[in-house]
């Protein structure tokens, strides 16, 4: 199968993005360092907003969680 320059393209920012949230999910700050612009925000579903060149998104370990429905009570 022939591989398009889109396709390239699509699977390098797709591998780009896991490679980001693994360095999230470990809390590896080198690797989010190298990987994130000094100009990139990460931005909460709350509107809140961590600056990289503060140091906001480095900061904190992630947790990898399966979503499904809740336990009923």
Partial sequence: MHTTHGESTRDE???AYRAQL???????????????DD???LTH???YEQLKALGGCV???LSR?????RPAR
């Fill in 13 to 15: 920012v797709i591998s």
């Fill in 22 to 36: 693994r360095a999230m999910t470990d809390g590896d700050n080198d690797a989010l360092d190298a990987l994130l």
């Fill in 39 to 41: 100009g990139f925000t």
């Fill in 45 to 47: 579903i709350t509107g």
């Fill in 59 to 61: 900061r904190h370990r």
């Fill in 65 to 69: 969680r399966q979503a499904g429905p």
